[in-house]
Every structure is written in structure tokens, then in C-alpha cells.
């Protein structure tokens, strides 16, 4: 079975502060995303990568900056948190078509 | 401007019964079309892909339909049961490497026993 995991279920960060979220699949995928999800907006794509080192921006980039230094691993970073970017936060890793996603990252920025 | 639109109104059906749940989409050509199940507080889980040249595609109870002339695709549970209660998530194929994807905002199925 595919495994992406995502470094924590949870995480309160205050305005200003530097947030780091971590995504980890185990299945050699070549493609890595991360989106948000809010409630009425759906599912958004903030970056995408399709190989180490690549990135390509989503629909929603601004404020957010991603780094892949190795295949396995995609880390979603937020410079200075803002309120607004209060959301759950999913990965997801795939090859071809189908993506398969982590459990997801609720973030409240107080 | 593209659009994905699903049923925002959750779907409410007696056990047993078939769920029909609609996706429609403009100002695209998607070359396939995926549905995924998500389940509160988890992430989207995939359940089926078809292809524009496909008109319909069947797993188990699952049986999803894509008409590229009318813009749409119908998903159906047939013999609906209390589990089958998530939102479901249609996804389009939006970039010509085949691997983004744009997702709707998902209908929320209730199946009653």
C-alpha cells in the first residue's frame, strides 16, 4: 500500500512565524503536491514538483514556498504565517494519474 | 474561467438505493476524469479514473459515466449503504503532462439505514 505521511495532524503557530510542513511517501512516486482545503473552495493546488529540485506553481502559490532536496520528501514552507492561511493542508504523491494523499495537517495561525 | 461544479447540497438516500452524484465542468478538455471518496478529517482517497474516449467505467457498486460532449460526468453507488457516507470528489486532468489535476468542491452523501 502507498504511505504518504505528513509530519503532524495538528500545528498552532502564531502570525509572523515560520511554518514548516513536511510530507514523506514511501512508494518511489515521482510527483509531489500540496494543497489546501477550505470549507466552500474546495480542494486548491499550491506547488507541485515532478522531480528533486523541480517545482511548478499551482493555482494559489502566494505566501507559500516549497523544497523537494530528495525524491521521498516535499516540505510546504509558509515564510510568515498569516490568519489567513488558517486551513488543512494535504499531500499527495503519484505517478501517471492517480494521487494518493496524507491524512492532512490542520493549521490555525493565531 | 474553468469551472468544476458539483452538488454542494449533501445528498441524503435510503439504504439500498442508487446515489447518483453529478460533475460538470467547463472551458475544459480533460483528457480523463478521476472520482475520489474523502472521509471527515482524512485525505481524498482515489476510486476511479476514465478516459474522454471511455463512456463508462464500473468497479464493484461503482459505476462512473463521462459524456465530453455535455461537459459531464455522473457517478453512481448502487446498493448504497450507511458506509458509503463521505463526500465525494471529482478531479480533472488540467495540465498536458496528465499529472495535475483540479478538483471540484465535493458533495457530502448520506445513506440512511
Known amino acids: 500500500d502507498v504511505k504518504v505521511t505528513q509530519s503532524s495532524r495538528y500545528l498552532v503557530k502564531r502570525t509572523g512565524e515560520k511554518v514548516f510542513l513536511e510530507c514523506v511517501q514511501d512508494?518511489?512516486?515521482?510527483?509531489m503536491f500540496w494543497y489546501r482545503q477550505d470549507p466552500g473552495l474546495g480542494l486548491r493546488l499550491i506547488y507541485f514538483s515532478y522531480d528533486v529540485k523541480m517545482k511548478e506553481k499551482g493555482d494559489i502559490p502566494e505566501g507559500y514556498s516549497v523544497s523537494r532536496e530528495k525524491k521521498e520528501r516535499f516540505s510546504l514552507i509558509l515564510e510568515s504565517a498569516s490568519t489567513n492561511q488558517t486551513s488543512m493542508y494535504l499531500c499527495?504523491?503519484?505517478?501517471?494519474?492517480?494521487?494518493?494523499f496524507g491524512p492532512g495537517t490542520r493549521l490555525t495561525v493565531t | 474561467s474553468q469551472k468544476i461544479e458539483q452538488n454542494s447540497e449533501a445528498l441524503n438516500i435510503q439504504e439500498g438505493k442508487t446515489a447518483t452524484l453529478t460533475c460538470n465542468y467547463t472551458?475544459?478538455?480533460?483528457?480523463?476524469l478521476q472520482w475520489y471518496r474523502q472521509d471527515p478529517g482524512r485525505g481524498p482517497v482515489f476510486l476511479l479514473l476514465?478516459?474522454?474516449?471511455?463512456k463508462e467505467k464500473r468497479k464493484e457498486r461503482l459505476k462512473v459515466t463521462f459524456d465530453t460532449t455535455l461537459k459531464q460526468s455522473l457517478f453512481h453507488i448502487t446498493a448504497s449503504q450507511p458506509a458509503d457516507s463521505a463526500t465525494y470528489l471529482c478531479?480533472?486532468?488540467?495540465?498536458?503532462?496528465?499529472?495535475?489535476?483540479?478538483f471540484g468542491g465535493g458533495t457530502r452523501l448520506m445513506v440512511k439505514p
Open positions: 512508494m518511489d512516486h515521482e510527483n
Open positions: 476514465i478516459r474522454e474516449n471511455e
Open positions: 499527495a504523491s503519484g505517478i501517471l494519474y492517480e494521487q494518493y
Open positions: 472551458n475544459y478538455s480533460p483528457a480523463y
Open positions: 478531479a480533472l486532468e488540467t495540465n498536458n503532462a496528465g499529472n495535475m489535476l483540479t
